[in-house]
Structure formats: structure tokens, C-alpha cells
């Protein structure tokens, strides 16, 4: 049994810093978390991956090195520097339960949905005018 759900969204200035949580529910030894995005208009993104307990992670390139994620106990956070409007969508954490997978550090298949069988149910971020 998996649960996930995401908190910390909502309106946010552009230039400042937020951090957005991924409570996970489960009994699983090692999984990985992905953040992904998802913007108005356009395709879900993956921004960050972590893999539990081995604390590899990978950010890909495409998103500037404006994203960390990191963990603490049963969740797992996003932090997002110098928020721009680009920015503004749904995010949602998601949970890969594949041992092979996430025993070892993710790497850029990290960001494929289709290994994710788990998903919160999101969290609006949205730039404040």
C-alpha cells in the first residue's frame, strides 16, 4: 500500500524561493520519488529523482539548476530557487517501487512516467502578480 500527497503550493513572487513537500505512505525498504511538473498547456515535466535509501539524485539538465530535492524520514521535499512564472502548474510526486531501479542512483530514465505506478494528487503553484 502506497499514499502520497503533496503540500506547500500555492501563490508565489517570482525571484523567491519555495519548498514543496511528498508525504509517502509506505511499508516499501527502497523506492524512488520523482517531482514532476505539470504546466498549463504543455506535457508533464520531470524536475528531480531520488532514490531511498541510497540518497542518489539526479536533476536533469533542462531545468537550470534551480531545483533540489532532498528527504527527511517519510518525505520528501522539493526546493525551488528563484521561482520564475514558467514555473506556475500542478506539481506531483511519484513513487517508483522497481528494486533494480531504485537500488542503484537514478539517472535520466529517471523522468519516465511509465515506471511510475504511484502518484500523489498534485499541488497548484501559481506566480503571484
Known amino acids: 500500500q502506497v499514499q502520497l500527497v503533496e503540500s506547500g503550493g500555492g501563490s508565489v513572487r517570482p525571484g523567491d524561493s519555495l519548498r514543496l513537500s511528498c508525504a509517502v505512505s509506505t511499508t516499501l525498504d527502497y523506492y524512488g520519488i520523482t517531482w514532476f511538473r505539470q504546466a498549463p498547456g504543455k506535457e508533464r515535466e520531470g524536475l528531480a529523482c531520488i532514490h531511498i535509501p541510497n540518497d542518489g539524485t539526479y536533476i536533469p539538465d533542462s531545468v537550470n539548476g534551480r531545483f533540489t530535492i532532498s528527504y527527511a524520514g517519510k518525505t520528501v521535499y522539493l526546493q525551488i530557487h528563484s521561482f520564475r512564472p514558467e514555473d506556475t502548474g500542478v506539481y506531483y510526486c511519484?513513487?517508483?517501487?522497481?528494486?533494480?531501479?531504485?537500488?542503484?542512483?537514478?539517472?535520466?530514465?529517471?523522468?519516465?512516467?511509465?515506471?511510475?505506478?504511484?502518484w500523489g494528487p498534485g499541488t497548484q503553484v501559481s506566480a503571484s502578480s
Open positions: 511519484a513513487l517508483d517501487r522497481q528494486r533494480a531501479r531504485v537500488s542503484r542512483p537514478p539517472g535520466r530514465r529517471c523522468t519516465r512516467e511509465s515506471d511510475y505506478d504511484y
